[in-house]
């Protein structure tokens, strides 16, 4: 099926349509223009440039303070660059595969999406990478209509700078095997150096600049990797022990889990889906930040100092065999955190289910990592609309990922044109995927992890619509002209 060919459109139609994607992106931002600046606990850490962060979202802060004066500014421009990026996903879908209704259905899901309005006033990564997912997925559509060397340079530049901004965005460079193999046949062979060479090089332009920006701002060689910190988490947290062969580094480890051990067991005995996530994140979550600062960080300094290396040197001698002697546990911790992502427990709370879970902890005996982690707080759960639309949104997209993977890939291997819609789909689809399973790794369940997919969600599902509907509607004219070719055979 020719890409270009879908659906018919009248002309004027083209010229009107990105007037009408503009004046929506006007109303959106007009209508969230005054929402105030929202900090959050890592805020501080993108202000000040923290060494653990990465440069993107730092010097996106300076320039945005130094254009404007302040960084109050910051959310408004987060704003004007989304409302942008997403009129351009509407736009591309529109130039691609020529359907008015099913270019505005994605702008209009990520306008109305209310995790996505309230990510704008954040200083947190998360609205720069929902517009760079944005940009990503429309150059990804474009170059499935025709494989060109500047859009795909496009989609790279976009997925060079969402790595800058946001070091588990690297989980975005699985697109680029499965894309180039699904347009070979379009390409049959010819040009594809030149097009993956469009791919590598904005890349690898985007991580050269950020790693100098990094060097020169913090005027050090040694950077910390902060997933160490992630990883040694999760080492005192997985069920089984790990084997380390270093006396010190095991040392420290065994002191770890002997303090996170009331954690493991609540975990392990947790009530309910919704009991056993919260905790494995709360445990988590406590074990990298307030618990490591108070209990572990002194320990691990003390090695670091005696033994003439950095603190994340140390923690990478720990995590790295702590990983290899156990990699059942790990890949377990891993899965249940990337379900939980797709199933969120935050989505499935019931009064029910929370006085269960209150009661539980109520009767854990008292132990001093709980000091660390306040597991006997609780925020009220979300009301009931916005969890049923949690509920589906997730739910189906883990339908619907899994299916345009499937499918393109099964259209692959048949003879004939490939259709631009699955491509397009199963691209945002395993990259959904690919990026659930790298915060499964190293990190842990939470909302924004999980929204910041949601330009991907969107055109995955409004694609694989698209090409269902067209499916079927010529399966049911070959049917109807089969049937009608009997008919008069049968009355001659």
Request: proline share 6%; aromatic share 12%.
């Amino acid at each position: 099926m020719n890409t270009t060919k879908y659906l018919s459109r009248p002309k004027s139609l083209d010229s009107a349509f990105p007037w009408i994607l503009a004046l929506l992106a006007v109303a959106y931002v007009a209508f969230h223009w005054s929402n105030p600046m929202t900090p959050f606990p890592d805020s501080g850490g993108y202000i000040e440039f923290s060494p653990v962060r990465t440069a993107g979202y730092p010097v996106f802060i300076d320039a945005v303070e130094a254009v404007f004066g302040s960084v109050d500014a910051v959310p408004k421009v987060q704003l004007v660059i989304a409302a942008a990026a997403v009129a351009f996903l509407g736009w591309s879908i529109f130039r691609a595969f020529g359907t008015v209704l099913f270019a505005l259905a994605p702008v209009a899901m990520l306008m109305l999406f209310p995790q996505i309005p309230d990510a704008h006033g954040g200083i947190l990564t998360e609205s720069l990478f929902i517009s760079l997912l944005c940009a990503l997925a429309g150059c990804v559509a474009l170059t499935t209509r025709r494989p060109t060397w500047y859009w795909i340079a496009a989609a790279a530049l976009a997925c060079g700078l969402a790595i800058a901004i946001r070091p588990a965005g690297v989980s975005l460079l699985i697109v680029w095997p499965l894309l180039f193999w699904l347009i070979w046949r379009r390409c049959d062979g010819r040009r594809m150096a030149a097009l993956a060479l469009a791919a590598i090089v904005p890349i690898a332009f985007c991580l050269i600049v950020e790693s100098v920006l990094w060097r020169a701002y913090h005027d050090s060689e040694s950077r910390p990797n902060l997933s160490y910190r992630h990883l040694f988490a999760k080492a005192l947290i997985i069920e089984s022990e790990p084997s380390l062969s270093d006396p010190e580094l095991a040392r420290v480890v065994s002191m770890g889990r002997e303090v996170m051990a009331p954690g493991r067991e609540l975990i392990a005995a947790a009530p309910s889906h919704y009991a056993r996530t919260r905790l494995l994140v709360d445990f988590e979550v406590a074990a990298q930040h307030s618990a490591y600062r108070g209990i572990f960080q002194p320990g691990i300094n003390a090695i670091a100092e005696a033994r003439g290396i950095d603190e994340y040197d140390v923690l990478g001698k720990v995590i790295r065999p702590a990983m290899l002697s156990a990699p059942v546990a790990w890949f377990k911790n891993a899965l249940a955190h990337y379900l939980g992502l797709w199933f969120p427990y935050w989505a499935y709370i019931s009064p029910e289910i929370l006085a269960e879970y209150q009661a539980y902890i109520q009767s854990a005996e008292p132990a001093s990592i709980f000091e660390y982690n306040p597991i006997f707080f609780h925020k009220e759960p979300p009301g009931a609309t916005l969890a049923l639309l949690l509920r589906l949104t997730l739910g189906a997209g883990l339908l619907v990922s899994t299916l345009t993977v499937g499918l393109a890939a099964w259209q692959r291997f048949r003879k004939g044109e490939q259709d631009g819609r699955l491509i397009a789909a199963a691209v945002c689809g395993l990259a959904i995927h690919a990026h659930f399973l790298t915060v499964g790794l190293l990190g842990v369940v939470a909302t924004r992890y999980a929204g910041a997919m949601a330009p991907l969600l969107a055109v995955c599902g409004i694609l694989l619509a698209s090409w269902v509907i067209e499916y079927a509607r010529s399966a049911a004219g070959r049917f109807f002209a089969r049937h009608r070719s009997s008919v008069r055979g049968g009355n001659q």
